[in-house]
C-alpha cells in the first residue's frame, strides 16, 4: 500500500524567512509520481509540480524549489524569502502507474501542512 | 480555458438522504476522480473514471457510487447518508498521460 507522511503539522514563519515542507512516501511501485499542491483558504487545491520516479534532479521555479531523493523517499519543498500569501496548506501526494508509465489518477495524500507566514 | 467545474457549491442534506453532485473536467481531458476531504485531513480517494469507464475504487462503502458520461462529465451518487459523509467532495481532471490532476473548487456538503 502507498503511503505519504508530512510530519509537519503546522509551521509558522515570519515574512522572508525561508521555510522547508517535509514529505515522505512509502511504494512498492518501481514507477510513479510525486507532486505537491498548496490549498489556500478558498479550499480549491493548486497544482504546483509533478516529479517522475526516474528525475531525481532538483528543480526551481521563482521562490519555489524541491528536493528529491530516491534513497530517502524524501519529496521535500523549500519556499524562499515566504510571503504572506504563502499561508495554506501544502499537500504532498504519490500517484502509482501502470506498466507504461501512465498514471490513472488514484492519488494519495499525506496529511497537510499548515503554513501561516506573518508578516 | 475553463478550469474544472463542480455543482452545487454547498448542499446540506439530512440523514438517510440522497445527493448526486456534478462534475465538468477541463476541455480535452478524459479522466475524472473523485475525492472527498474531511475537515484537518488530506483527500481519500473515491474514484477514477477513464472513457466512462471505473478504472479504480478507494476504500468507500458501496452506498458512493460515480459514473462519466459521453461528454467526460461525471456524477458522484450517495444514498442513506450519514453524518460522517459530511465532507468537502473535490472533483479532478487529468489527461491521463500526464499525471497531474487539477482539481475543481469543490462540494461543501453538510449532513445533519
Known amino acids: 500500500a502507498q503511503k505519504v507522511t508530512q510530519a509537519q503539522t503546522e509551521i509558522s514563519v515570519v515574512e522572508k524567512e525561508d521555510v522547508t515542507l517535509d514529505c515522505v512516501y512509502e511504494t512498492r511501485d518501481t514507477t510513479y509520481y510525486l507532486f505537491w499542491y498548496k490549498q489556500p483558504p478558498s479550499g480549491e487545491l493548486v497544482f504546483l509540480i509533478r516529479r517522475n520516479s526516474f528525475d531525481e534532479q532538483n528543480e526551481i521555479s521563482g521562490r519555489y524549489s524541491w528536493n528529491f531523493q530516491k534513497s530517502t523517499s524524501s519529496f521535500n519543498f523549500t519556499i524562499t524569502a515566504s510571503q504572506v500569501v504563502d499561508s495554506a496548506v501544502y499537500f504532498c501526494a504519490l500517484s502509482d502507474t501502470n506498466a507504461g508509465g501512465t498514471s490513472y489518477g488514484k492519488l494519495t495524500f499525506g496529511q497537510g501542512t499548515i503554513l501561516t507566514v506573518h508578516p | 480555458d475553463a478550469g474544472v467545474t463542480q455543482s452545487p457549491t454547498h448542499l446540506i442534506k439530512t440523514r438517510g438522504q440522497h445527493v448526486t453532485l456534478r462534475c465538468s473536467p477541463i476541455s480535452g481531458h478524459k479522466s475524472v476522480s473523485w475525492y472527498q476531504q474531511v475537515l484537518g485531513q488530506g483527500p481519500q480517494f473515491i474514484f477514477q473514471?477513464?472513457?466512462?469507464?471505473?478504472?479504480g475504487r478507494g476504500n468507500f462503502p458501496d452506498r458512493f457510487s460515480a459514473r462519466q458520461f459521453p461528454n467526460y462529465s461525471s456524477e458522484l451518487n450517495v444514498n442513506a447518508l450519514l453524518l460522517g459523509d459530511s465532507a468537502l467532495y473535490l472533483c479532478a481532471s487529468s489527461l491521463v498521460n500526464r499525471g497531474e490532476q487539477y482539481f475543481g473548487p469543490g462540494t461543501r456538503l453538510t449532513v445533519t
Open positions: 473514471y477513464y472513457e466512462k469507464e471505473e478504472r
